[in-house]
């Protein structure tokens, strides 16, 4: 199975936290992760590696967003952004983060299940 073209599987960790470079050397020691700073203009986003595979990344918590505690969030692969975030409200969820657009990576949103647990969803771009 392809998790990044799979509808409903996991297919990425994402942390979120107030230092990224003093969370990324205590995972890199804790786990051997690899995290590789993607630079200013993809503002210090940390990809993730174990081995050779990417499996998550670590990001600065976002500007607008200073009482959000650091935390782990996951993206499960969807097979359309849009569709997955109206059929949520169908069930009763909500859509926290509208659908946009990540450079190069592909469209991702934020959900809230009717109990309040919040998920990623994310639709990858075509890999040619």
């Known amino acids: 199975m392809d998790v990044y073209k799979t509808h409903g599987a996991f297919s990425w960790n994402e942390l979120a ?6 969370a990324a050397a205590f995972y890199g020691e804790l786990f051997g992760w690899v995290a590789k700073d993607m630079g ?15 499996v998550g990344g670590i990001m600065g918590i976002p500007e607008g967003a200073p009482t959000l505690p650091p935390h782990w969030g996951s993206y499960v692969t969807v097979d359309n952004v849009e569709a997955t975030l109206a059929r949520c409200s169908e069930l009763g ?3 926290l983060v509208p659908a946009m657009d990540v450079p190069t990576v592909g469209r991702m949103a934020v959900l809230q299940d ?3 647990a919040v998920l990623s969803v994310i639709q990858y771009a075509t890999m040619t």
């Open 93 to 95: 969820g909500k859509t």
């Open 114 to 116: 009717p109990q309040g």
């Open 40 to 54: 200013e203009s993809m503002g210090h986003y940390r990809v993730v590696s174990v081995g050779e595979s990417g």
């Open 17 to 22: 936290t107030s230092d990224p470079a003093a």
